[in-house]
């Protein structure tokens, strides 16, 4: 195992703490708990959105704490879900009066977790949403999750869910659009080498040189099945083709198009796939309105990439181009 690291018990601290030392103006990380959160205080009557989850998916969860985006980030071990006492305590940081929204990947540590935190302030009066994203075309039920897994839409639903919090909507408005987003988001991966978790020192999985993963999930969970490689063109053409199988891309859809790279996989390669998509849509009479290429829901080093849609309308669009600042996502601000 070759890795940039010190004691692999102390990765998730130290990699908050640098997050927090580059990215000082943006988020700022609690010493007793451990999670991200804004550097400026919370605005009186604004929704509070949270996020959090396992480790090692970088810049998922903590790098996407800022305006238009995150309240704050718990992260857990990696790979490990949150425990409760740290969700609490940065909901108790973030609250400010108008509700929290809890955003959670459909795993079943991040769901019993965020859910026993949501029981406990509720206790103290607080208004606790929760919307749990199952984006995962590939499989129904996994190592993990029971349902469907939730991965890069993630990203999606705390940016437009953020965006509606910045701008001042209700919490029920705010739930209803992360709802939609979740509910709209379909994603797949494929795999092509394996991820090593520092404190086991050792791939999460093998898979031959020759070999590659259809469906993985973000953990290293199995796909559908594990087949030669093919070009990459091939690859799209059945990622696509399996998220069409389930949402059904019609001619004059507009949608939202992220490639999604797996920690390992060179900005290159990404763009080759998008590249593939765009083609496959262009010739479906699909328009790619809006589109993000690169690292933004990663398996440590895994190499591999995934593919997420969302068909959009005029709010989901103007909700995405809303301003954001976060230490992985900005614009227009």
């Known amino acids: 195992m070759k890795k940039l690291i010190n004691d692999p018990k102390a990765t998730v601290a130290q990699t908050i703490a640098g997050l927090a030392a580059a990215h000082g103006d943006i988020v700022r990380v609690s010493d007793e708990f451990g999670y991200a959160i804004r550097s400026s205080p919370p605005v009186a009557g604004k929704v509070a959105v949270l996020s959090g989850g396992g480790s090692g998916h970088e810049p ?3 790098g996407f704490v800022g305006f238009g985006m995150l309240d704050a980030a718990v992260p857990g071990e990696m790979f490990t879900s949150p425990t409760p006492d740290p969700i609490v305590a940065a909901t108790l940081a973030v609250s400010a009066g108008a509700g929290v929204l809890y955003i959670v990947k459909n795993y079943t540590g991040d769901v019993l977790n965020f859910e026993t935190a949501a029981e406990l302030v509720a206790a103290e009066g607080l208004d606790v949403r929760t ?10 039920d996994s190592l993990f999750t029971a349902g469907r897994r939730g991965v890069a839409g993630t990203v999606l639903v705390e940016k437009i869910a953020g965006a509606a919090a910045e701008r001042g909507d209700h919490i029920d408005a705010v739930e209803d659009v992360a709802r939609r987003v979740a509910s709209g988001a379909r994603s797949m991966g494929v795999a092509l080498a394996p991820p090593t978790v520092p404190h086991s020192g050792k791939p999460s999985f093998v898979l031959a040189d020759d070999e590659i993963e259809f469906g993985i999930g973000i953990h290293g969970e199995p796909g559908r099945e594990r087949h030669r490689l093919e070009p990459a063109d091939q690859l799209v053409d059945a990622v696509v083709g399996a ?21 390992g996989t060179p900005l290159g390669e990404l763009y080759i796939v998008f590249r593939r998509v765009a083609e496959i849509f262009r010739a479906r009479g ?21 593919i997420t849609v969302l068909e959009l309308d005029d709010e989901l ?3 995405w181009d809303a301003p954001v600042q976060t230490a992985a996502l900005r614009w227009g601000r």
């Open 60 to 62: 998922l969860h903590t």
């Open 131 to 140: 919307v749990v994203v199952a984006d995962d075309v590939a499989v129904q």
């Open 243 to 263: 998220i069409d199988e389930d949402m059904t891309l019609r001619t004059g859809m507009e949608v939202l198009v992220v490639v999604n790279g797996m920690g």
């Open 286 to 306: 699909v328009r790619i309105l809006r589109n993000l290429v690169g690292n933004y829901v990663t398996s440590l080093e895994m190499q591999g990439f995934s």
């Open 317 to 319: 669009t103007r909700l």
